[in-house]
């Protein structure tokens, strides 16, 4: 029979066992209590040999009857020396850590130091149960550890040794019935809930987890639809070397046969060197065959059925290539030297992509030239009589509202009026000053005498008609007479520098550089003598609401009344002047916030009595080598209305539609003029069409000669 020490050391190795497990501790205070355990279980073991004898215990040979009494004296003998050496035990540790150990145990719902050492009999235990039962069931735990009582294990031992000291069967029974666990146990109950909770919520963190990364596939993919390059993720991720790629895309079979193409290419040119024909001539027609499977497709589902057989048997031919002639110096040059071709290549192809869009966006679309060019000839065809507007006392009348307009577009021109006129709520009090060149004169003026705008005035002039525009009055037509001008747009093969040192963009060869239409925005006093106040329009701009309230607004003192175009879209002065130059950052501040030209409202009485035209002739004629800033009209406008600038409510004015794809279509519905600034203009082919319906609802498209000149707009 196992002695009562080896009894006592069990249960204070279990004790320890159950603290380590469901204490809830740091690790540090654990590591305190399990020693000072440890040790007391010890002295307990060996004060309680040293006071007995090593026989067995003399109530194993007693009579059934002296059992109890025996028991009961055993515990309590046994119980005095477990306090004595626990005693001693207390002597050697300080009061603090002694409070841990007993603080833990009071947590933990265990026995403290001074109850390890008693064996408790199983009524007592029992009892213990029926108490924590009761306090679980009247005061749920939130921990439902702290409730717990006993675990499956301590109720068997407890059922074992109630049947040692001879418990009868019925008692065995009832004691069994009241140690089954009770599924409507509180805690039984928490640790259920518990586990419910743990697993919804790990459910979620998966979810979550599943629809953050598809939102993050999602946005790469509309990165990719929206640059048309490949994304980073997908290129790092890629490679021809790797037999299983990590993700298989709607690309992998079109991005192999590219990366089979380049390898081909590299050992066609290893073969030459090493004099093998046949191999390069085999990898030759295996190029034609892929290339042709290939064909212009993106997406594997766009290949050819046989694209899969031919990429095969590039591959083959490609592992029979490397095993004769791999050689890693010379493959490493010879796809440097590829690499660097492509990039040439690609230079050079930019470069013509720059020309031909900026060819594109300035020329006259053959639709518009045969539409100018049939109305000239009807032109002619007309009387003097005909050829006259109506509602000449309008011009000169400071109590209509007046438009300039100087466009040699004549459907441009006719959408910016109609679209004006349609949304005007009086068009009887608005009149258009329109000026344009002499080859286009005729034409302009055919258009409104035979589509007159409802009640509005009309006037067409040519802007070769103003004697007073010379070069001896007017710096920029000097400029284009010099020999340096003459070369910068006309001379080819040249290199010309600005003043950033970087090779000049071709934008600013524009011809409409060389038109005075583009200048004569500084000379409006001097095209119209007697009027007050004009609103400005350009030619690709659309009137979505009526304008009328612009001539209404208090520009305080200033000349100009204009939407600033300071936001994250736009730019201020340092990106179109050169502050490097001292003339300039000494005059104008860097991060003065600048305006859009377009839709301008001027007060002609200020500009006179501000003499605007002479400060634009005194910084012009200081740009003649173009140091201050490039060639353009927007540039000198701000140097010449610095300071003399209102802001006006931005939702007058919208602008980027020739070239932001990314615009608010909330603010453009909303807008009063929509801008085309850009190169993709709604009458050019290059257009967006997301854009183009503002435009095109204001065009004619049922007038005889926009069908007979094919203009579908």
């Not at 892929?290 to 997406?299: F, P």
Request: glycine residues 4%; neutral net charge; proline residues 4%.
């Amino acid at each position: 029979m196992v002695s009562s020490g080896g009894k006592h050391l069990a249960q204070a190795r279990r004790t320890s066992l159950m603290r380590i497990r469901i204490g809830g501790l740091s690790l540090c205070r654990n590591a305190v209590v399990i020693s000072v355990v440890a040790l007391a279980s010890a002295f307990v073991f060996f004060g309680y040999r040293l006071s007995s004898p090593l026989t067995a215990p003399a109530s194993s040979t007693l009579s059934r009857d002296k059992s109890v009494a025996t028991t009961v004296d055993q515990v309590i003998s046994s119980e005095t020396k477990s306090l004595a050496a626990l005693e001693q035990i207390e002597s050697l540790f300080p009061k603090e850590v002694l409070d841990v150990v007993n603080t833990n145990a009071a947590d933990s719902s265990l026995p403290d130091l001074r109850s390890l050492s008693v064996e408790e009999p199983s009524s007592i235990a029992l009892e213990r149960i029926k108490e924590r039962r009761r306090k679980a069931q009247s005061v749920p735990s939130e921990d439902p550890l702290a409730t717990l009582g006993a675990s499956t294990a301590d109720h068997a031992s407890l059922l074992a040794k109630a049947a040692a000291e001879g418990e009868d069967p019925e008692s065995l029974r009832a004691m069994e019935a009241l140690l089954k666990p009770d599924p409507n146990d509180p805690a039984r109950r928490i640790r259920r809930e518990n586990r419910i909770r743990r697993r919804d919520k790990r459910l979620h963190e998966l979810v979550a987890q599943e629809s953050t990364e598809d939102d993050a596939v999602e946005a790469e993919e509309k990165k990719k639809k929206g640059s048309g390059s490949e994304p980073a993720v997908a290129l790092n991720k890629y490679s021809i070397w790797r037999r299983e790629d990590e993700k298989i895309g709607g690309d992998q079979m079109v991005r192999l046969i590219q990366d089979q193409l380049i390898m081909a290419r590299a050992y066609m040119a290893i073969a030459q060197q090493h004099g093998d024909s046949k191999l390069s001539k085999e990898l030759k027609n295996r190029m034609k065959d892929s290339t042709k499977s290939l064909g212009e497709a993106t997406t594997d589902a766009e290949l050819a059925s046989n694209a899969v057989e031919k990429m095969r048997a590039m591959g083959q031919l490609l592992a029979r290539a490397r095993d004769q002639h791999y050689d890693c110096t010379g493959m490493v040059k010879k796809l440097r030297a590829m690499v660097h071709s492509a990039e040439e290549q690609n230079q050079a192809l930019r470069q013509q992509s720059l020309f031909l869009s900026q060819l594109a966006a300035k020329t006259i679309p053959k639709g518009i030239f045969c539409l100018s060019m049939r109305l000239t000839i009807e032109y002619s065809n007309l009387s003097p009589e005909e050829r006259e507007f109506t509602g000449k006392e309008k011009l000169e009348d400071n109590d209509y509202h007046h438009y300039a307009l100087f466009s040699d577009n004549v459907l441009a021109t006719a959408v910016v009026v109609n679209s004006t006129v349609v949304n005007a709520n009086d068009s009887s009090r608005h009149v258009f000053h329109i000026v344009t060149d002499k080859l286009n004169i005729a034409a302009m003026k055919a258009w409104f005498l035979f589509n007159p705008p409802k009640d509005a005035t009309i006037e067409v002039q040519s802007v070769d008609s103003f004697t007073w525009l010379n070069s001896s009055y007017c710096p920029v037509l000097r400029q284009l007479e010099s020999a340096s001008m003459k070369d910068y747009y006309f001379k080819t093969g040249q290199q010309t520098e600005t003043a950033g040192g970087a090779t000049a963009n071709l934008k600013y060869r524009n011809p409409k550089y060389l038109s005075m239409l583009n200048h004569l925005r500084f000379y409006l006093p001097e095209v119209f003598p007697k009027l007050d106040k004009v609103l400005f329009l350009d030619d690709d701009i659309v009137v979505q609401k009526d304008l009328t309230p612009l001539w209404e607004i208090d520009l305080h003192g200033n000349v100009n009344g204009a939407v600033e175009t300071c936001g994250a879209s736009f730019h201020r002065f340092d990106k179109y002047l050169n502050f490097s130059n001292p003339l300039i950052a000494s005059n104008f501040d860097p991060q003065a916030c600048g305006w859009a030209y377009g839709m301008n409202v001027f007060d002609l009485k200020q500009w006179k009595v501000q003499d605007i035209t002479g400060i634009y002739h005194r910084w012009q004629t200081q740009n003649e080598d173009r140091t201050l800033w490039k060639l353009g009209t927007l540039p000198p406008g701000l140097i010449t209305f610095y300071n003399k600038t209102q802001p006006i409510d931005k939702s007058w004015h919208a602008l980027g539609l020739g070239y932001n794809p990314n615009l608010d279509m909330d603010e453009l519905n909303s807008a009063a003029v929509v801008h085309y600034n850009g190169n993709m203009k709604p009458w050019l082919e290059i257009s967006m069409t997301k854009f183009k319906r503002y435009w095109t609802k204001y065009v004619k498209i049922d007038h005889p000669f926009m069908q007979q000149c094919n203009v579908s707009p």
